[in-house]
């Protein structure tokens, strides 16, 4: 399969997603399923996705501690060494995780490879390249702020972190768009910079010839994916404004148990709602699921201590080795003849 | 053998994968000079391994099991439940393309299989059609295939192409290691005899006679008494090598590579240069012929084989009853005793913490596999001023380091050797900080491929390498690339011939036995090679 085939398939699957909630919502007002049986059904899915496969994953056991090490290991008082690159227990591995985890450490050491051939000889450098990390960062980053801003939507008490979120991410706005003051609402910083940040990481996979040839459909559909449901939601808080109140007590009920589906409320809505349910119903069989991995991957999480602190392997087992009476059995009379010593004598009869 | 293309033909490389075709749809292309050849028989049978028979890589009929595809699913369930790392990394790549452009065989070939995220996926699209539900149902749309011949040949070719270097490691966003999935792909290319000859070898060679070059005890002994002509040669001074003597207090392992061939050998004498200057201080040493390696190709084999080597080790300590071990230089030998040997061989309760006997340092971060780095040995030595050093005897030389991918990756060993570098030689240079310590090059030829039928595979997977060399050379006129690695000792010299003609191979000890001051030597007139030190040019012949 190559990239048009892959893009053409994810595009429609996308579109798939957009239209059966516009008709199933649209033109058979089916909203009990949207807007409670599909939403329990998908968020069930995700939940009890993600427990099974972290379950899976942590059955399988660390049989060797195999960390990357990323720096001069612990050694003499007076070699420094590297801590965090190179922990030689838990506390440098938590501070490496988290550095991996919130700053993607790992990826901003990314370079490029900028190869010339010039005069018979190969030039091979190693270019600055932190567009995919800082992409990535902003991404995930907006991605957490705008999931948080929801809060505002599913309880009924507006917790203060959404206040002094929504205050962050609006005030860095205020008058510096054109379109603030022609009745629309504060633009938020995050809500722009998720859809740059999805542009650049689904432009990249076609434009870079490498990317193109490994990216498979698994890979333009959830970016796909997040970049509908991104522009869904910006169309209902900018230009196809919906009654937020009935959102909120749609939402709080569902989170109740109490669910009432939605009335009067735009079909737009509905759309939202339903890219959502396939994203977070995709997750845990997805690529997706690398949130989660991360925080097990045995190359990041564990300490460089092996040469002080014996790992054990759960499942060793005794394995046939050539013994040193084999081998001295062998060679015995070559070892006498060189004046090795030898634990044996050549017996002589 | 293939022959290799010139330096400028095979510098021509198109790094672009094809447009318009998927990699599912391209065929695999097994080339001469690329691939190795297949192990042979008998030494599969030396280790009870699975399929010993004559095949060859090139011919379309492999000899396979007629289950070959049922023992592959076998193995892979197996290894997807005993290993996390393997079925994490099935599982959780993104794609980001982050590691592509760093792995040095896509560098040097522009083989975009040669993408570590695209030699992973060989393998992941296998783990998706047999073992996720969306791989089964949806097939290529969910990037899964069917396990053919075909796409066997395609694992076998590829993971021989890669070196373990894990340099694709640590750029992934989630340390994903293609080393990892190589050794479990080789382990599953071993459940049907489908190794390479010069690890297969090494490792039935190993078994028997204790080191990979198949030496036996007596030819062991003839070698390092060799070298001490050579040493009585050069300094006057007759040394005495120690073996397999029980009641000493240290074991020392090199790998054999050192033994046996140029440069390595002069590192060899190094070695035995320092313990000979040390005795009279406290050094109590001696070799053993039974564990005569340090490296470990069983390592490039499967997990249970490079146990069944790194065995030795232990047992020779016990044996001999020494409290501690001391290990030569050597790359993935090192890998091996910092991140497996404990818990393939361990605990090594017949061993005491390890304790210089010259300077009573406790080498505490080796206080459980109780083994230390000679680097480190001699670097504590250096620091506390018990080595009579002059390193205007190194002046002729301009020295780089390269890290090692194992000692760098798999333990974070970069400051010691710079340390002991700098205090034997007065000219060291660095090569540029993307192509050393933790994001070092490899040599090209790790992990069993420093064969001779795939020279051209090692020219390029070495190619990012030699490349940063002849930029230190052009820079700052270096013509010496110090490593602490046996197998690099043993392919640089072709890759330097290759690449950077002008540079020169050596270990960090033949360095230090240069500049090692003896008592009573005679006035010293050539290096370990016989060639004339700096200031005696006209004193050669005398």
Redesign the interface.
Known sequence: ??????VI?SLIAVVVVILIPWVGVGAFDLRVLFGIVIPYAAISIFIVGIVV?VL???????????P?????????P???T?PV??PKGKGGVIIRMLF?VLL?R??F?????E?T?KD?????D?EWEKW?WLA?LLFHWSFLVIFLRHFRFFVQQIPGFVHLLESLDGFLQLGVLPVTGFGVPDVYLTDLLLLIALAYLFIRRLY????????????YFPLLLIFSLGISGVLMRYFIRVDITVVKEFAVGFFKFSPKAPEGIGVIFYIHLFILCVLIAYFP???L??FA??F?????NLS?N????????P??YP??????EE??D??RE??V?????V?KQIETT | MADTPK??EL???D???????????IPVDIKPGICCYGSKPKDLEYM?MPNPRDWNPLEDDWKLPEDWEDIIDKGMKDR?????????FM????????C???CHFF?GSGD?KN?P??RA?LIRSVYRKKF???GKLLG????ARNLTEDVLKEWWYYLYQCTEC?RC?????????MA?ITIMGRELTNLIGLNIDWIAAPVANC????NHLGI???AY??MLEFFTDEIEDITGIKMEPD????GAEILFITPSGDVFADPGTFTCMGYMMLFYYLKSMGLDITWS??ASEGGNFGFFTS??VA??LN??MY??SK?LGSKWILGGECGHMWRV????M???N??ADHLENPVSPITG?KF??????K?VHIV?FT??LI?NNKLKLDASRNDNLKVTFHDSCNP?????????PR?VIKKVCNNFYEM?P??IR??TFCCGSGAGLNAGEDMELRMRGG??RA??VKHVHEKFGVNMLACICAIDRAVFPDLMRYWVPEVDVTGVHELVANALVFEGEKKRTTNLRGEPLPGMEDEEDV
């Not at chain 2, 490691?169 to 290691?177: A, Q």
């Open positions: 399969m190559n990239f048009i085939l892959s398939i496969k899976d994953w942590g059955r399988s056991p660390v049989p060797f501690r195999i990357t090490t990323a720096g001069q290991e612990w050694s003499f007076w070699i420094k590297n690159d190179n991996e993607f790992s990826l050491r990314n370079t490029r490879l190869y051939f018979g000889a190969a030039k091979i190693h995919l990535a870079i010839p490498h990317m193109r040839f490994i990216s498979l459909p698994a890979d069989f997805s690529k699921m690398h991995g991360v097990l991957s045995p190359t990041r460089n092996n040469r002080f602190v014996r790992h054990v392997n499942w060793d394995v046939k080795t050539h013994t040193y081998y001295e062998e060679f070559k070892m003849e060189a004046g090795l010593p634990d | 330096p400028d510098s021509k490389i790094h672009k994968p094809p447009l318009l075709r998927g990699w599912m749809d009870s997807l439940g005993k290993f996390r790392s393997f079925k994490l599982d959780i790549c993104v794609r980001c393309g982050a592509a452009d760093k560098i975009p993408m995220v695209m996926e996720t539900a969306g290529k749309l969910a990037g894990r490691s640590l750029f992934c966003p989630y340390g994903i290691d990892e078994y028997r006679t204790g036996q005890p007596h002994k003839d073996f397999n003597r029980k012929t039974y997990h249970e146990k069944r065995a030795k047992a020779e044996r005793i910092n991140q497996y404990d818990t393939f361990g605990p340092t505490e971060n080796a206080n459980s596999t083994m480190e670097a504590d620091k760098a990756r798999g333990m974070g060993f970069f400051e010691e340390y540029p993307n192509t933790e994001q190619m990012p490349n940063a």
